[in-house]
C-alpha cells in the first residue's frame, strides 16, 4: 500500500494529467538560487561501541539482532514481609545469575534504587529522606562478603566518586562496596562464560510516604495503600554493546534490567490484599473459599466481576485468616524484567477478561484485575479500560505475552512494571483511561521489549505516548489526544526549553524539558513517521520490530534500522534533525496566484526541519485538490520555496498546508491563506 504522501486526491474525482506529483517541482523564475545550507541533513552518528556490537555479529546493520546475540539470565527467590503499620520491608532473597556472555565477570553490579531516599545520595528530585536499603548480608558463590569502601576497590586514574561505577583493579579484595544506588561485588571466583553464580542479600528499608516518586504508600479513601516498586537489590543489565550498565538512579531516569523468573513470597497481616507481577500460586492460602469461587466465575463468565466486595471489606473475609494473623502470599512470573506488588486491606477487587489472539491465531483468555478503594472516582471501570487496553494493544503490536495484567489504585499517579501498573485517581473517565492505557501500554515497551529506557527514554515514553493517543481516539471519539500531544510539544519546540531526544533523561535541562523529550515530541513524531512511510508500511515495521527483539535488549539504531529495512527507504533526514537536535518544521504558503482552473502556489521553507509537504486547494464549490512535494525536493535539490500548480475545479478560495496536521509545524498560522473575497461558507476549515 502507497503511502498517502506518494498519493493526491480530488474529492469527487482523481486528478488527470493537469497535474503530476510524483515528480519534483521545478525551481521557479527567481527561484533558482534560493538553496539555504541544511545544517541539519548529515547521516546519523552511530557510537563506536554499537558499531563493535554489529562487527562482532551480536547486532546487525539491517536492526535485527546478530546471529551472534546473547544476553543474560538472572532468577530471584525472594522473601520479604511488610509492617504495615510502619511501612518498613524486611527480606531476603537468593539469586541465580547465569553469564551467557564471552567475557569473564571478576565483579557484579547490583542496583540499591531505594538508596536515592538516603542522606547525601546525589538524586535530581525532591525526596523525603527514608535512610535508603540496608544491606544485613551479602553472599556470593557460598561465602559472605565483607563490606568495603569504595575506594578499596578503585583502580588507578578513578575518581573516588566512581569507584563502583568503573571495574574494580585486578587485586581488588572480595567484598561488597556501595556508592550511592549501586553495589560492586567482588567475587571470590570469577565468573567464567556459561557458567553461573548465586548470590544472597539480606536487607530491609522504610517504604516512602506519599509524594516520592514510583514508589510509596499512602493514608487516603479511609485506608492505607502501598505501592512497591524499585524494592529489592537487583542485578544489573550487562549487555553486548557497554558491559555493565553501572548507571546511578538519580530519579528521572527509569530502568533498564535484566530479564528472568521471580518466585516472591509476601507475608501481610490478614486482610491485606496483594496484587503483584506474576500469577498467584496459592489461592487456598490466602483466599476464602467464597472469594475464590468469584474469581473462578469471573474467569468463565463475562462483564465485569466483584471477586471482593465492600461486604467482604466490612466482615473481613477480603483474605484467608492466615496463620497467626498473618498471609503469605506467593507469586510466580517468568520472563521479566522486574517484580512490583500493590497492597491495600480496604481494596476492592474486579476482574475481567481480555480475549487475545495469538499468533498462531487461537485466543486465549488474560485476566484483567482492578485493585481499588471504594470512593476512587470512576475506578468501577477501571477493570474494563484494562480490558480494552490489552486487547486494543495485542491487535496493534503483537499479543500480550504474560498471562495477567493488574491495575492497581495508590498514590503513584502512573507508573508500569510487567503484568502490573500503579494508577492514581483522576476524575475525568476520559484521563482514568488515557493514564490507564498508557501504563498498559508499557507491557509492550519496555515490559515484553527490554529498551535501555534510562538512557532513552523516548523509546518507552515516546511510543507509548503515541499508542495512548491512538487507543484513546478509538475508545473516545471526537477526542483530539494527537492534537493535545503535539501543541504540548510546540509550546517549547525550539526554545531553550527543549533537549535532543537522545540525550540521556538525567542530563536534561530543567523546566519540564524531560517530558517534551521523552513523551510529547516522539510520541507527536511517530504520528509523522507512520505518515511517511504509509500505515501499512508503518504497523509492519512496530510489529517486526517488537517481534525480533522480543525479551531482548535493543538500542536506538536497531529501530532506526528496522524500519528503514520494512520501508525500504533511508529515513537519516528524518530520524537525524528531530531526534539528535532541536531544530523546528516551519512551511508557509509564500503567496497564492489564482486563474481559471488552476492555483499555483509558492511555497517557502523557514524551518531547519525538512518534511514532505501536503498542500490542498478548496474550490468555492467545495472540491478540495491535494498535491504532494516530495521530500526529496527539501532534502536532494535543497530547495527553500518551490512553485506547485494545481487544476481547480472551480475559483481557489483557501489553499493549506498539511491539512491534517501530520507533522509539527511550528507556526500553522503561516500555513493557510484564503481568497480576500472568500466568504465563510466558501471556506471550510477557516
Not at 460 to 482: C, K, L, Y
Request: aromatic fraction near 10%; hydrophobic fraction near 40%; charge should be negative.
Amino acid at each position: 500500500m502507497q503511502s498517502w504522501l506518494h498519493r493526491f486526491v480530488v474529492l469527487g474525482a482523481l486528478l488527470g494529467a493537469a497535474c503530476t506529483p510524483f515528480g519534483r517541482p521545478s525551481a521557479a523564475p527567481g527561484l533558482e538560487g534560493d538553496t539555504a545550507t541544511r545544517h541539519l541533513l548529515r547521516p546519523v552518528p552511530v557510537p563506536a561501541p554499537y558499531r563493535a556490537a554489529v562487527e562482532r555479529g551480536t547486532r546487525s546493520a539491517t536492526g535485527a539482532p546478530g546471529e551472534r546475540y546473547w544476553q543474560q539470565r538472572v532468577s530471584y527467590r525472594i522473601e520479604a514481609e511488610l509492617d504495615p503499620r510502619t511501612a518498613r520491608l524486611r527480606g531476603r532473597e537468593t539469586i541465580v545469575y547465569r553469564n551467557h556472555s564471552p567475557a569473564t565477570l571478576p565483579s557484579v553490579v547490583l542496583n540499591l534504587y531505594q538508596n536515592v531516599f538516603s542522606q547525601g545520595v546525589p538524586r535530581n528530585r525532591y525526596v523525603a529522606v527514608t535512610g535508603g536499603v540496608t544491606l544485613r548480608r551479602v553472599a556470593a558463590q557460598g561465602r559472605t562478603l565483607p563490606a568495603l569502601e569504595p575506594s578499596a576497590i578503585c583502580a588507578q586514574g578513578v575518581a573516588r566518586t566512581s569507584c563502583v561505577i568503573a571495574e574494580p583493579r585486578p587485586d581488588a579484595p572480595v567484598g561488597h562496596a556501595v556508592q550511592g544506588t549501586l553495589a560492586r561485588l567482588v567475587l571470590p571466583r570469577a565468573l567464567a562464560p556459561g557458567d553461573s553464580a548465586v548470590l544472597e542479600v539480606e536487607w530491609e528499608h522504610t517504604v516512602p510516604p506519599s509524594g516520592a516518586f514510583r514508589t510509596a504508600y499512602e493514608d487516603a479513601l479511609g485506608g492505607r495503600a502501598f505501592q512497591v516498586a524499585q524494592w529489592y537489590p537487583q542485578v544489573a543489565v550487562f549487555d553486548d554493546v557497554r558491559g555493565w550498565d553501572a548507571t546511578p538512579y538519580l530519579g528521572d531516569g527509569e530502568f533498564y534490567l535484566e530479564y528472568g523468573d521471580f518466585d516472591v513470597s509476601l507475608t501481610l497481616p490478614a486482610g491485606w490484599l496483594v496484587g503483584a507481577t506474576g500469577v498467584l500460586l496459592n489461592p487456598e492460602e490466602t483466599l476464602t473459599a467464597e472469594v475464590r469461587q468469584r474469581l473462578e466465575g469471573a474467569l468463565q463468565g463475562e462483564g465485569t466481576v466483584a471477586v471482593v466486595t465492600e461486604e467482604d471489606l466490612r466482615a473481613g473475609t477480603a483474605t484467608a485468616p492466615g496463620t497467626g494473623g498473618r498471609v503469605t502470599w506467593r507469586f510466580r512470573a517468568e520472563d521479566v524484567r522486574d517484580f512490583a506488588f500493590a497492597a491495600s486491606d480496604r481494596y476492592l477487587w474486579d476482574v475481567r477478561r481480555a480475549e487475545v489472539r495469538g499468533t498462531d491465531g487461537e485466543m486465549r483468555t488474560v485476566p484483567v484485575h482492578a485493585l481499588y478503594r471504594p470512593g476512587a472516582p470512576g475506578w468501577e471501570e477501571a477493570a474494563r479500560y484494562g480490558e480494552h487496553s490489552t486487547e486494543f494493544f495485542s491487535e496493534l503490536l503483537i499479543p500480550y505475552l504474560y498471562p495477567q495484567i493488574t491495575v492497581a489504585e495508590g498514590p503513584i499517579s502512573g507508573m508500569e512494571y510487567p503484568q502490573l501498573v500503579f494508577i492514581h485517581r483522576p476524575e475525568a473517565a476520559e484521563d482514568l483511561y488515557a493514564v490507564i492505557a498508557h501504563e498498559i501500554g508499557h507491557e509492550w515497551f519496555p515490559m515484553m521489549v527490554g529498551q535501555d529506557e534510562a538512557a532513552y527514554a523516548w523509546m518507552d515514553e515516546g511510543f507509548t505516548t503515541f499508542h495512548e493517543d491512538t487507543a484513546r481516539a478509538v475508545f473516545f471519539p471526537g477526542s483530539e489526544p494527537f492534537a493535545e500531544t503535539r501543541a504540548a510539544y510546540l509550546r517549547v519546540a525550539g526554545t531553550e526549553r527543549e533537549v535532543p531526544l537522545m540525550r540521556h533523561t538525567d542530563l536534561v535541562s530543567p523546566y519540564g524539558a524531560r517530558t517534551v523529550a521523552a513523551y510529547t515530541k516522539p510520541g507527536a513524531l511517530m504520528r509523522s513517521l507512520r505518515a511517511v512511510v504509509g500505515d501499512t508500511v508503518f504497523a509492519r515495521a512496530m510489529r517486526t520490530y517488537a517481534s525480533e527483539w522480543l525479551l531482548k535488549h535493543p538500542q536506538p539504531w536497531d529501530f532506526f534500522n528496522t524500519v528503514e529495512r520494512v520501508a525500504g527507504q533511508d529515513l537519516d533526514w528524518f530520524w537525524y534533525p528531530w531526534w539528535y537536535e532541536t531544530g523546528v518544521l516551519d512551511y508557509a504558503v509564500e503567496r497564492v496566484e489564482v486563474s481559471p482552473g488552476t492555483a499555483r502556489v509558492i511555497l517557502r521553507d523557514l524551518g531547519e526541519v525538512p518534511a514532505p509537504v501536503v498542500v490542498s486547494v478548496t474550490a468555492d464549490n467545495g472540491a478540495v485538490t491535494r498535491i504532494q512535494v516530495p521530500i526529496e525536493t527539501w532534502t536532494v535539490d535543497r530547495y527553500r520555496s518551490v512553485p506547485v500548480s494545481l487544476p481547480v475545479y472551480g475559483t481557489a478560495v483557501r489553499v493549506e498546508i498539511d491539512p491534517e496536521q501530520l507533522f509539527p509545524d511550528v507556526n500553522r498560522e503561516n500555513n493557510v491563506w484564503t481568497a480576500p473575497a472568500a466568504t465563510p461558507a466558501a471556506t471550510p476549515g477557516r
